[in-house]
T-cell receptor, first 112, second 111 residues
Framework: ELKVEQNPLFLSMQEGKNYTIYCNYSTTSDRLYWYRQDPGKSLESLFV?????AVKQEGRLMASLDTKARLSTLHITAAVHDLSATYFCAVLGANAGNMLTFGGGTRLMVKP | KAGVTQTPRYLIKTRGQQVTLSCSPI?????VSWYQQTPGQGLQFLFE???????NKGNFPGRFSGRQFSNSRSEMNVSTLELGDSALYLCASSQSSYEQYFGPGTRLTVT
């Protein structure tokens, strides 16, 4: 059974600081996704990572994937208040159609 | 292109009742997946439909069922509602396994 663990579950940081969210998964995966969710809202797709060593960047967010370690990271550079949200990683297991297994989420609060 | 739409957006039901939620995928997308989100259990996969066939099913009781129509629209039904069914129900639309687009969700409250 595929398990996905994120840490930390909660992150409070000052504006301008850097931090990394970690996503570990237990079995071979075809791809890994990062989503953002604002309170009371749906999931917004941030990144899709397809292969070992994949790195994608959008603004102050950068995601990477190490399939050998079964680890993905979401790095936040010089955080701003607008990045406050909950971030989820999700893994598509092998031969699982479109069934995503989600991590528990990281609630990020960026303080001025 | 219009995004994924879900109706209704909010719903209040009483224990023991049943409910039907609807999801219209992005035009051309043949796969629709359903997820339940609760504070305690997080985001959990319910089922996926592809070309009117259920392709995957999560670990939920038989009270949760779904179907997909020839136009790819999907419905999810929950019978004999329990308090624990209160959740945000999200559907996701996909053309391939590369990207999944989530709808705004239906917030179900069971009293």
């Amino acid at each position: 059974e595929l398990k996905v663990e994120q840490n930390p579950l909660f992150l409070s940081m000052q504006e301008g600081k850097n931090y990394t969210i970690y996503c570990n998964y237990s079995t071979t995966s075809d791809r890994l996704y990062w989503y953002r969710q604002d309170p009371g809202k749906s999931l917004e797709s941030l990144f899709v990572l397809l292969s070992n060593g994949a790195v994608k960047q959008e603004g102050r967010l950068m995601a990477s994937l190490d399939t050998k370690a079964r680890l993905s990271t979401l790095h936040i550079t010089a955080a701003v208040h607008d990045l406050s949200a909950t971030y989820f990683c999700a893994v598509l297991g092998a031969n699982a159609g479109n069934m995503l297994t989600f991590g528990g989420g990281t609630r990020l609060m960026v303080k001025p | 292109k219009a995004g994924v739409t879900q109706t209704p957006r909010y719903l209040i039901k009483t224990r023991g009742q049943q409910v039907t939620l609807s999801c219209s995928p992005i035009s051309g997308h043949r796969s629709v997946s359903w997820y339940q989100q609760t504070p305690g259990q997080g985001l959990q996969f319910l089922f996926e439909y592809f070309s009117e066939t259920q392709r995957n099913k999560g670990n939920f009781p038989g009270r949760f069922s779904g179907r997909q129509f020839s136009n790819s629209r999907s419905e999810m039904n929950v019978s004999t509602l329990e308090l624990g069914d209160s959740a945000l129900y999200l559907c996701a639309s996909s053309q391939s396994s590369y990207e999944q687009y989530f709808g705004p969700g239906t917030r179900l409250t069971v009293t």
